[in-house]
């Protein structure tokens, strides 16, 4: 059972209305690193943690994530409260009006489509989605997740301060950029008090691959440091004639009953193609300046 405070988590004072800045909002609203998406994400993996302790700290955690969604939704409104009631009303000339809700990165969409208050959208006006919500119920995979999550919405609330030039909502972003900070070492508590958590999952990968690095790429840059040297590593240089790791020939192959395999061939036969022939294409009939070299047409 939820219960609803009508008191925010945290005071914003906005200064003024400013419609632009309210777009830009949106991203913390209804984009991939918003609020939202995390309150869901946390939600979902709580409803189905198997550990009452991890569960308490998701359902928490998500709850104020949606504490959080309020504060921005209070921050977009209070943003587009002149122009809400200005595009309402038609309270002025049809030049101001629109002098007031284009001005900018999707402030137009914003007044328009929603009447100035907040939308599910990110600040390029995409709709929010379902597949932002990457959970894969695998306590030692998702934790990860998480705190990779609570990082990319740190930076992009790091990005809307260095921005925002309204002191209040400077502050609010502020608030809410840092508890993305403590989120994430919850989460990295919550991982590492799990024994044997990496690698994520149940089952150990096989020791012959664990520890080689493949340089699989050629020419200059290659570079060393702790993630490809050291006695942790084996450094395998991967040649153009590199023969398989696992070995054999690298070719794919399937066992076939005979009746599928005569079918494989005919269709093989069928749509074989020629190279004995040049044929005339539409491009060649169509060509103009700039098109290379081309058949001639006889």
Do not use: C
């Amino acid at each position: 059972m939820f219960m609803h405070n009508k008191n925010l988590m945290y005071t914003v004072r906005v200064a003024e209305p400013d419609p632009k800045l309210a777009s830009l909002m949106l991203e913390q609203f209804g984009g991939p690193q918003g609020e939202l998406a995390a309150a869901l994400r946390y939600f979902t993996q709580g409803l189905s943690d198997e550990d009452p302790g991890r569960k308490d700290m998701l359902i928490d955690i998500a709850t104020e994530e949606l504490s959080h969604l309020e504060i921005i939704g209070s921050i977009v409104a209070m943003l587009t409260k002149g122009v809400k009631g200005k595009l309402a009303e038609g309270a002025e000339e049809v030049t101001d009006l629109y002098a007031d809700i284009a001005k900018g990165n999707g402030s137009h969409t914003l007044a328009l489509l929603y009447g100035g208050g907040p939308a599910l959208t990110n600040s390029a006006g995409q709709l929010w989605t379902g597949g932002y919500i990457d959970s894969i119920g695998e306590p030692t995979a998702d934790l990860r997740s998480n705190i990779a999550a609570e990082s990319r919405a740190k930076i992009i609330y790091e990005r809307l301060i260095n921005i925002t030039p309204d002191p209040g909502v400077k502050d609010a972003l502020t608030f809410l950029m840092t508890r993305e900070i403590a989120h994430q070492k919850m989460f990295e508590k919550a991982l590492y008090s799990i024994d044997n958590n990496f690698p994520p999952g149940k089952l150990p990968g096989n020791p012959e691959y664990t520890d080689k690095y493949y340089n699989m790429s050629q020419g200059d840059g290659d570079a060393r440091g702790p993630w490809n040297q050291g006695e942790q590593w084996e450094f395998v240089n991967v040649t153009p004639d590199q023969a398989p790791v696992s070995g054999g020939d690298g070719n794919p192959s399937v066992r076939l009953a005979a009746e599928e395999m005569k079918a494989v061939n005919e269709a093989a036969k069928r749509t074989m193609s020629r190279t004995d022939v040049n044929p005339v294409t539409g491009a060649d009939l169509g060509a103009g300046p700039g098109s290379g070299k081309m058949t001639p047409v006889k």
